[in-house]
């Protein structure tokens, strides 16, 4: 009873404190009431979700990837998946997954353009390809580390171009860090792809890409992708 009678009273003191006198002594004749008043502030307690705005246009970010992102073709002009432009004189990273066991490939660009493409070298550990084409002055994407990315950070996934030659693209948020390994990496994400994903680059929100989709279980290359070019263009010229 005497716990109760304390919280009853000590509610009573705040309403009459807070509420009760200050509205009182607005009227003529009780202004001598808020001598009574308290003047601490009442704290409350709320929690809430905030948004943060990461001051980056996904659609033109998107555009912009698109513009070094490749669409892949068998001889017979099926859909294999996609890939990456690395130098401006045809270069490009794609994925096992995509190139699977075809041996003529063609390759469209993201102005219309076709080309027939060769497999220069590829990794069997990580599913990492580079093939070519015969090309000048293309746009190429440049590269961060895949072991900066943390969970919370947010990427795109890049796709499969249409007639209009703009690029699927579905973004997703990191949910778990890199698995600390050699080759082919896995990267968890809310993010959903498929098919289409194969061979596409997945860039941070600068617009750099840290890896490439192998499949839709998440599984991508993430290995330093500038290391690698940088290695294979060392080699090609010895």
Same mark, same amino acid.
């Given at each position: 009873m005497i716990v109760i009678g304390f919280f009853v009273g000590a509610l009573g003191s705040?309403?009459?404190?807070?509420?009760?006198?200050?509205?009182? %002594?607005?009227?003529?004749?009780? %202004?001598?009431?808020?001598?009574?008043?308290?003047?601490?502030? $009442?704290?409350?307690?709320? &929690?809430?979700?905030?948004?943060?705005?990461?001051? =980056?246009?996904?659609i033109d970010l998107a555009k912009q990837v698109g513009n070094f992102t490749v669409s892949i073709y068998d001889a017979k002009n099926n859909f294999l998946g996609n890939g990456l432009i690395i130098t401006a004189d045809g270069?490009?990273?794609?994925? &096992? &997954? =995509?190139? #699977?066991?075809?041996? #003529?490939?063609?390759?469209?660009?993201?102005d219309g353009k076709q080309y027939e493409a060769s497999i220069k070298q590829s990794d069997a550990q990580?599913?990492?390809? $580079? $093939?070519?084409?015969s090309a000048s002055n293309l746009q190429i994407g440049q590269f961060d580390k895949s072991e900066d990315l943390k969970p919370s950070h947010r990427v795109l996934y890049i796709?499969?171009?249409?007639?209009?030659?703009?690029?699927? =693209?579905? &973004?997703?948020?990191? =949910?778990? %860090?890199?698995?600390? #390994? $050699?080759?082919?990496?896995?990267?968890?994400s809310d993010a959903v792809t498929g098919s289409d994903y194969f061979g596409g680059p997945i860039v941070n929100l600068s617009g750099r890409v840290v890896g490439l989709t192998v499949n839709s279980e998440q599984n991508i290359i993430a290995e330093n992708l500038q290391i690698v070019l940088t290695k294979y263009l060392s080699d090609s010229h010895e």
């Open positions: 705040l309403i009459l404190g807070h509420f009760a006198l200050p509205y009182f %002594s607005t009227y003529k004749g009780l %202004s001598w009431l808020s001598k009574f008043t308290s003047n601490a502030p $009442i704290v409350i307690n709320n &929690s809430e979700q905030v948004y943060l705005n990461e001051g =980056v246009n996904l270069l490009i990273f794609t994925t &096992s &997954s =995509v190139i #699977q066991k075809n041996k #003529q490939l063609n390759v469209m660009t993201s990580s599913g990492l390809v $580079i $093939i070519s084409i796709g499969r171009g249409n007639v209009k030659f703009e690029h699927k =693209v579905v &973004s997703g948020y990191i =949910v778990e %860090s890199l698995a600390n #390994q $050699i080759g082919t990496k896995r990267i968890m």
